[in-house]
């Protein structure tokens, strides 16, 4: 079957597979910054000499000031990023911040001393924030209601073959003595958006975007090149059938609009999926999961960073298949209880003796199963979650209050793990794998916070979500009230 048999076009296929590159970028950075730390010239660069050990080593606070203070540049990327989206576009936010990722990098590649590295890191994750703010929610709106769930893993999925590219890569070149050994794959984070800041111009900005900002020529236009083998007299019904139902959202709404009573669960369904997506340690794993394999002295740490990243690919094709058949619910019901089993495990084979090599075997490969449980689930459909639940009027203030507090949780996540690894300095102490125990604690509850709140959205189109939270006005229901009464007495009336 023809790809123009699904409701997919060359234009439609073109414009996503851009915002998905633009993703892949996401992914190939925050491993290059991940994996760049555990290699020894870094560590040489950047720490200090450890005469009692022999070698050079990041100090603590530099580790946790590395790995969580991009938070904060991430929280401003959001709030930019949702501004210049919701002004401007999405066409005009991806360009946006792939010209400052071309400056951002730069700081981050020519860095020699610590300060500089720090804000090198913290100002890129601006880019990085404003790709959470646009590109999960211009695939939603771009995509076939029938698909969207897989469009929307498409974000998680390319995130994650940029992390296996550059784990690749970071893997050839740590065993370079010099400053190259962490410089080449800082570098190559600027190929991809040379790339974005000129293809994103021949995409197509969503019709939906045109039609909430009542500009319904521009919204046909839009919808032409997205189809333009649909004759014209289904191409016009169709947009008169989306501009109906998108015209129920034109109205202007405010901050405390999220908290009404058709808002509020919407609002809280979507920032605490964000929440759990972090508090399951997802940030441990993935920033530090390097330096917490090299540290246990079983394996090449890097092999392990590949590793993952591959089973997590292996998860997300799996999510991206079964997501739009057995819905959301089941695929975030599932993801909850493999991380909690898998937590759990690696949290008992913690309590073995430091010198077990087995159990520290036991230990990566139940950090392993864990990022594929994670990714099978928590990873991806949080963001398909983010980007279709919201109403349309309200979708970046919703998701940017939902990114704030997931960036704010991951920020206690990885700036707390150093405190927890280095047991010879005082007041630190070493839980190893141990922290299974926090984490799959916090899966748990997140099993039953999915079971309780998370609706079920499969296959139906953005406006229709937005009914079904709807509160009805007192006219709505005299409307139904008078349906009701005609159909009862049109029943009554059938001859017996």
């Given at each position: 079957?023809?790809?123009?048999?699904?409701?997919?076009?060359?234009?439609?296929?073109?414009?996503?597979?851009?915002?998905?590159?633009?993703?892949?970028?996401?992914?190939?950075?925050?491993?290059?910054?991940?994996?760049?730390?555990?290699?020894?010239?870094?560590?040489?660069?950047?720490?200090?000499?450890?005469?009692?050990?022999?070698?050079?080593?990041?100090?603590?606070?530099f580790k946790s000031l590395y790995n969580s203070c991009k938070a904060g540049g991430q929280i401003i990327g959001v709030f930019f990023g949702g501004y210049v989206s919701n002004t401007y576009g999405r066409r005009?936010?991806?360009?946006?911040?792939?010209?400052?990722?071309?400056?951002?990098?730069?700081?981050?590649?020519?860095?020699?001393?610590?300060?500089?590295?720090?804000?090198?890191?913290?100002?890129?994750?601006?880019?990085?924030?404003?790709?959470?703010?646009?590109?999960?929610?211009?695939?939603?709106?771009?995509?076939?209601?029938?698909?969207?769930?897989?469009?929307?893993?498409?974000?998680?999925?390319?995130?994650?073959?940029?992390?296996?590219?550059?784990t690749g890569i970071a893997r050839g070149t740590e065993n370079i003595t010099s400053n190259a050994a962490w410089r080449i794959p800082f570098g190559l984070i600027l190929v991809i958006p040379s790339i974005i800041?000129?293809?994103?111009?021949?995409?197509?900005?969503?019709?939906?975007?045109?039609?909430?900002?009542?500009?319904?020529?521009?919204?046909?236009?839009?919808?032409?090149?997205?189809?333009?083998?649909?004759?014209?007299?289904?191409?016009?019904?169709?947009?008169?059938?989306?501009?109906?139902?998108?015209?129920?959202?034109?109205?202007?709404?405010?901050?405390?609009?999220?908290?009404?009573?058709?808002?509020?669960?919407?609002?809280?369904?979507?920032?605490?999926?964000?929440?759990?997506?972090?508090?399951?340690?997802?940030?441990?794993?993935s920033q530090y999961g390097t330096l917490f394999v090299k540290q246990l002295n079983t394996i090449n740490p890097f092999s392990v960073t590949l590793g993952t990243n591959a089973v997590d690919i292996g998860a997300?094709?799996?999510?991206?298949?079964?997501?739009?058949?057995?819905?959301?619910?089941?695929?975030?019901?599932?993801?909850?209880?493999?991380?909690?089993?898998?937590?759990?495990?690696?949290?008992?084979?913690?309590?073995?003796?430091?010198?077990?090599?087995?159990?520290?075997?036991?230990?990566?490969?139940?950090?392993?199963?864990?990022?594929?449980?994670?990714?099978?689930?928590?990873?991806?459909?949080?963001?398909?979650?983010?980007?279709?639940?919201?109403?349309?009027?309200?979708?970046?203030?919703?998701?940017?209050?939902?990114?704030?507090?997931?960036?704010?949780?991951?920020?206690?996540?990885?700036?707390?793990?150093?405190?927890?690894?280095?047991?010879?300095?005082?007041?630190?102490?070493?839980?190893?794998?141990?922290?299974?125990?926090?984490?799959?604690?916090?899966?748990?509850?997140?099993?039953?916070?999915?079971?309780?709140?998370?609706?079920?959205?499969?296959?139906?189109?953005?406006?229709?979500?937005?009914?079904?939270?709807?509160?009805?006005?007192?006219?709505?229901?005299?409307?139904?009230?008078?349906?009701?009464?005609?159909?009862?007495?049109?029943?009554?009336?059938?001859?017996?």
């Amino acid at each position: 079957m023809a790809f123009k048999d699904w409701g997919i076009s060359p234009m439609l296929m073109f414009s996503v597979g851009v915002l998905v590159l633009s993703a892949f970028n996401y992914g190939f950075s925050d491993q290059a910054f991940s994996t760049g730390q555990a290699m020894d010239s870094f560590e040489h660069q950047f720490g200090y000499y450890d005469a009692a050990k022999d070698k050079w080593a990041l100090k603590p606070l530099f580790k946790s000031l590395y790995n969580s203070c991009k938070a904060g540049g991430q929280i401003i990327g959001v709030f930019f990023g949702g501004y210049v989206s919701n002004t401007y576009g999405r066409r005009m936010c991806v360009f946006i911040m792939s010209i400052y990722a071309l400056g951002s990098t730069s700081v981050v590649v020519s860095s020699s001393t610590e300060a500089q590295i720090q804000i090198g890191r913290a100002l890129h994750y601006i880019y990085l924030g404003m790709q959470m703010a646009v590109i999960p929610t211009a695939l939603s709106e771009l995509a076939p209601a029938k698909f969207r769930g897989g469009m929307g893993v498409l974000y998680w999925l390319s995130i994650k073959c940029g992390g296996l590219l550059v784990t690749g890569i970071a893997r050839g070149t740590e065993n370079i003595t010099s400053n190259a050994a962490w410089r080449i794959p800082f570098g190559l984070i600027l190929v991809i958006p040379s790339i974005i800041c000129c293809a994103v111009w021949f995409t197509v900005e969503p019709p939906r975007w045109f039609l909430l900002r009542d500009r319904p020529e521009e919204a046909f236009q839009a919808l032409r090149r997205l189809k333009p083998n649909m004759p014209d007299e289904e191409l016009r019904q169709e947009f008169d059938i989306l501009s109906y139902r998108v015209s129920q959202q034109l109205q202007k709404r405010s901050f405390k609009d999220l908290f009404t009573k058709e808002n509020r669960q919407r609002t809280f369904v979507v920032a605490a999926c964000n929440f759990f997506q972090q508090a399951t340690g997802q940030a441990f794993a993935s920033q530090y999961g390097t330096l917490f394999v090299k540290q246990l002295n079983t394996i090449n740490p890097f092999s392990v960073t590949l590793g993952t990243n591959a089973v997590d690919i292996g998860a997300i094709i799996i999510s991206a298949l079964l997501i739009d058949q057995v819905g959301r619910r089941i695929m975030f019901s599932v993801s909850s209880t493999m991380q909690t089993v898998f937590l759990m495990t690696m949290g008992g084979l913690g309590t073995a003796d430091s010198s077990n090599i087995d159990a520290k075997k036991g230990i990566v490969a139940m950090l392993l199963l864990y990022s594929f449980s994670w990714s099978l689930g928590w990873a991806p459909l949080t963001y398909v979650i983010g980007a279709e639940l919201p109403s349309a009027p309200l979708r970046e203030m919703t998701l940017q209050i939902a990114y704030t507090l997931k960036l704010v949780t991951e920020f206690a996540v990885t700036f707390s793990y150093p405190y927890m690894e280095t047991a010879d300095t005082p007041g630190h102490v070493y839980l190893g794998g141990k922290l299974g125990f926090i984490y799959g604690s916090i899966s748990f509850l997140a099993i039953i916070f999915g079971f309780l709140f998370i609706p079920e959205t499969k296959r139906m189109e953005l406006e229709d979500i937005d009914k079904q939270f709807s509160v009805p006005s007192k006219d709505d229901l005299k409307i139904a009230e008078n349906q009701a009464y005609e159909e009862e007495t049109t029943i009554s009336e059938v001859p017996k």
